[in-house]
């Protein structure tokens, strides 16, 4: 009787280059933006926001981060997962949640035209208009981190929870 081996993982892709490296400034400015972007906000509301537009744009890099800081910040892992299926699961997550979930995806996917008034409207309900200006922040932040990561390639798996705050 043989057991069967495993195969091995796929190798490692190579980013295209270390953006930060060769536009310190640009990365430095970016760091103070997203810092400012995420003051007043809940850490897990905010961390599950970058999840969605990080799923939405394709960013591995990003969410392995912020999966991992997620999870850091007291998130559960079923919360985490049913994302992808947001629409299917609400009842995992509050109204506010899906407020700033569904503003996420319009804000992300402006190629589909624009954020709609009702998408605006059910979020500007559930937050305050300074809460609200700066989750609009950190979703604009989180998509221009994204076009960075999937841009260069940046390789996932190696970050630690917490290390970028």
Not at 96 to 122: C, H, M, N, Q, W
Request: charged share 25%; aromatic share 8%; proline share 4%.
């Amino acid at each position: 009787m043989t057991t069967a081996q495993e195969a091995p993982y796929a190798p490692e892709h190579s980013p295209r280059l270390n953006w930060a490296e060769h536009a310190p400034e640009v990365y430095k400015a970016m760091v103070r933006l997203d810092a400012a972007a995420r003051r007043g906000l809940d850490p897990k509301l905010l961390e599950l926001v970058k999840i969605r537009a990080s799923q939405l744009n394709h960013c591995a890099f990003c969410l392995d981060m912020h999966t991992k800081d997620a999870l850091a910040a007291g998130e559960s892992v079923e919360r985490i997962i049913q994302l992808g299926a947001w629409e299917e699961s609400r009842h995992f997550y509050t109204e506010k949640e899906l407020a700033a979930i569904e503003l996420t995806e319009a804000i992300t996917s402006l190629t589909d035209g624009f954020v709609p008034d009702e998408v605006y409207d059910r979020a500007a309900a559930r937050f305050e208009e300074a809460e609200l200006t700066q989750l609009i922040a950190a979703i604009t932040v989180i998509n221009a981190w994204n076009r960075f990561g999937v841009s260069t390639r940046m390789v996932p798996g190696h970050y630690k929870a917490g290390q970028h705050k």
